[in-house]
């Protein structure tokens, strides 16, 4: 049997979603890096009556990692810790501990991803997800955008926030 070349599609995943969250890279701002040195009060600040703001925005990203790690591990046991699930709210109370807290809890859905990223064979990248119109491949590229997307509405905002 000819040596086959191995495939490079998970190391190159995995290098989006990461360049995506943390790593530098060329088209600006990560989504950590939108949190840096963040203050509740940024967090909390709305743009309009009806729209999120950053702190939701951390639950929802972190949410979306989890939902994402779950269709990859075909798991129906894992659970996100915090409801409601998909927008999140920020805490009654909210204090500097509880916001590092769920900085924390987007970190930790972003390493806990990597992993099933790294473990996915990639047979099975062209398939569909179970419940999902989206095959796998197109569910590990598009958290990475999701996380540019949101990065860029979290730099938005604190400008509008610096403006207003």
């Keep these: 049997m000819p040596n086959q070349k191995p495939d490079s599609r998970i190391p190159l995943l995995l290098q989006m979603v990461d360049q995506a969250f943390h790593q530098h890279s060329w088209h600006g701002t990560t989504l950590r890096g939108s949190l840096r040195g963040l203050s509740i009060e940024q967090a909390l600040w709305r743009p309009g009556s009806e729209r999120h703001n950053i702190w939701e925005l951390i639950l929802h990203t972190a949410y979306w990692k989890y939902i994402v790690r779950r269709r990859l591990t ?91």
């Design 74 to 164: 075909r798991s129906k046991k894992l659970s996100f810790p915090r409801k409601p699930s998909n927008w999140p709210s920020a805490p009654k109370d909210p204090t500097a501990a509880l916001l590092k807290d769920d900085v924390i809890l987007l970190r930790n859905e972003h390493e806990l991803l990597r992993e099933a990223i790294e473990r996915f064979p990639p047979s099975q990248l062209s398939h569909r997800a179970p419940e999902s119109k989206w095959t796998y491949l197109e569910h590990m590229h598009g958290i990475a955008a999701h996380d540019l997307y949101h990065a860029g509405q979290i730099q938005l905002i604190k400008r509008l926030m610096k403006d207003g």
